[in-house]
C-alpha cells in the first residue's frame, strides 16, 4: 500500500462542502416541518442524512420525498423504487449515525483501524437495530419492543452489512492517504465520513429494495395516510397488488392516493409479511450481504492501512519519508 501525504481533498473545497451542507440540511428541515407530511422518524433520518450527504441528501429528498403540491404526497412516494430509498434512508440515519459516533470517540484511544472498524460496526449495529429500528418503529408496527426488536433483526442485518460494505473500504482509503481524516477535530475527518456516507447508501440500496419489495422492511410514507403511530384497522385488508383502490375504502386517506399506481405507501409497515419469504432466500441474501461485507473489507486491507493508529507521525508511514513531501 502505497501511502502518501497528499491530501485527497483542499481545505476550501471541504468548507465550501460543509456550507453546502448546511443549506441542504437547513432547507429539507424547513420543508419538513412547514410541508411535507413525512413520518416523525422519517424527518429525523432524512435530516441527520442530509447532514451527512449534504447537496446529495438534498437531492435524493427532492426527488423521492418531498412533497410537489399538496396532498399528493400519498402518490408520490408510492413508486418501489421511492419506497426502498425511504428504507435506505432510515438504514443510513441509524446505521451511519452509530458508525460516526464510534469513530469519532475511538480515535481518542489510539486504537488500530483493523480493530476501529468492528467497534464502529457493532455501533453501528446496535443504534440502528436498538433505536431507529425496534424503538422508533414499535408504535408503527404495533408490537412490543421486544417483538420489534426480534422482526427488526434479520432485515437491519442485512442493511448494516451492506451499509458497511460501502463505508468501511471508503473510510480506511481516505484515512491511510491523509491520517488526519482519523481524528474527529479535523474537517477531513468529517469529509471522509460524508463521503463513505454516500458510498454505504448506494451499496446498500439494492439490498433495501429487495427487502422493501419483500415486505421485510418498511418504505416510504406519510402522516396522513399512517398517522403517528400506525394506520387504522380497516386499512390493513387493502390488496397490496391491485395497484389501485377506491379511495372511500380508506377514509384516512385524501383523494390524491386513491390513484397512486401502488398502495404501499398508504398501508400499514407490516415487517411481519417477510413470512411470506422463505428462510432459503432469506438465508441466500443474508450471505450476499456477508459477502459484500467481506468484499468491502478486503477493499480495505488492499488499499489501504488497517494498521495505522491516529497520532501516528505521518513520516512514520511507508512512503512519508520521501524528499519534497510536506504537511
Known sequence: MNTHNTPWAPAWALWLWFALTLVSVLYVAWDLITRTPEMKVMKWGWVLVTLYTGPVGLLIYWFSCREPSPGTHEAFVAPLWKQAVGSTIHCAAGDATGI????????????????????????????????????????????????????????????????????????????????????????????????????????????????????????????????????????????????????????????????AGHTRAALPMDMAGGGRVSGLRKAVVTLLTLLMLAVGYWLAARYGDLSMRPGTPMEAMPGMDMPGHQM
Do not use: C
Request: charged share 10%.
Open 100 to 259: 460516526i459516533v464510534a469513530a469519532a470517540i475511538t480515535g481518542y484511544f489510539g486504537l488500530s483501524m483493523g480493530v476501529d472498524i468492528w467497534i464502529e460496526y457493532a455501533a453501528g449495529f446496535a443504534f440502528g437495530l436498538f433505536i431507529f429500528q425496534a424503538l422508533f418503529m414499535k408504535d408503527m408496527m404495533g408490537l412490543s419492543y421486544g417483538e420489534a426488536l426480534r422482526q427488526s433483526f434479520l432485515p437491519e442485518w442485512m442493511s448494516m452489512n451492506a451499509m458497511m460494505a460501502g463505508m468501511l473500504p471508503t473510510m480506511v482509503i481516505l484515512m491511510s492517504r491523509d491520517m488526519r481524516a482519523m481524528e474527529a477535530t479535523s474537517p477531513w475527518f468529517w469529509a471522509a465520513m460524508s463521503a463513505a456516507t454516500l458510498v454505504g447508501v448506494v451499496v446498500s440500496y439494492p439490498v433495501n429494495y429487495w427487502l422493501v419489495k419483500n415486505q421485510l422492511k418498511h418504505g416510504m410514507g406519510t402522516e396522513r395516510a399512517l398517522g403517528k403511530g400506525g394506520t387504522a384497522k380497516e386499512e390493513v385488508s387493502l390488496p397490496a397488488h391491485d395497484g389501485h383502490f377506491m379511495a372511500s375504502m380508506s377514509p384516512a386517506l385524501p383523494p390524491a392516493a386513491a390513484h
